[in-house]
């Protein structure tokens, strides 16, 4: 059974850096073809990619945050980890982590399980 | 970079069809996935490879895409189908999702 679950701080304050992990279970990011990404809503907004790891370990940013990104993995721990530096009030969102299945980018399969998704909200 | 265009929102009564198109350049020779979002759950894939169904997802739910336009139609929709609804494809190695179509069954 595949599950995700995120995880980090509720509130944070503007500037701050925050880290995020998303642990998951029912799967391997050794497996090859398996892509974990970070995904978010702002309140009353879209849906907006935001970073992909793949099991070669090669990262993807979204080109409008790439210097505000860094998404990492620790395969032992089944988890992956965004930090987000500088962080602004147009932050707050809920964040997610979601998993592309094996050869899912190239077959587009799309994004088939979702962790319960994280608030987070950035005060001045 | 790749864009996708939705309709921001549209409405249905119950049991009719609902149609949500997402239009990008030649998205066609691209795939599409569809995901429901209701308030309150995380998102749920509804459509991948264009036209097909994730185990466990009703039949009611279609798609389809050619040209410049991908569509999700959902046949007999009913007062759950209440939801934002998103399209996504890649570009190149990279996701992307419409802007969203909240759709209001009344």
């Known amino acids: 059974q595949v599950t995700l679950r995120e995880s980090g701080p509720a509130l944070v304050k503007t500037t701050q850096t925050i880290t995020l992990t998303c642990t998951f279970s029912?799967?391997?990011?050794?497996?090859?073809?398996?892509?974990v990404s970070w995904i978010r809503q702002p309140p009353g907004k879209a849906l907006e990619w935001l970073a992909l790891?793949?099991?070669?370990?090669?990262?993807y940013y979204n080109t409008s945050l790439k210097t505000r990104l860094t998404i990492s993995t620790d395969t032992s721990k089944n988890q992956v980890v965004l930090t987000m530096t500088n962080m602004d009030p147009v932050d707050t969102a809920t964040y997610y982590c979601?998993?592309?299945?094996?050869?899912?980018?190239?077959?587009?399969?799309?994004?088939?399980?979702w962790g319960q998704g994280a608030l987070v909200t950035v005060s001045s | 970079s790749y864009e996708l265009t939705q309709p921001p929102s549209m409405s249905v009564s119950p049991g009719q069809t609902a149609s949500i198109a997402c239009s990008g350049d030649k998205l066609g020779n691209r795939y599409a996935c569809w995901y429901q979002l209701r308030s309150g759950q995380s998102p749920l894939l509804l459509i991948y490879q264009d036209d097909r169904r994730p185990s466990g997802i009703p039949e009611r739910f279609s798609g389809s895409n050619s040209g410049n336009t991908a569509t999700l139609t959902i046949s007999g929709t009913q007062t759950m189908d209440e939801a934002d609804y998103y399209c996504q494809a890649w570009d190149s190695t990279t996701p992307v999702f419409g802007g969203g179509t909240k759709l209001t069954v009344l």
């Open positions: 979601a998993r592309i299945p094996p050869g899912g980018k190239a077959a587009g399969l799309g994004f088939d399980y």
């Open positions: 029912g799967f391997s990011l050794t497996t090859s073809g398996i892509f």
């Open positions: 790891i793949d099991w070669h370990e090669d990262k």
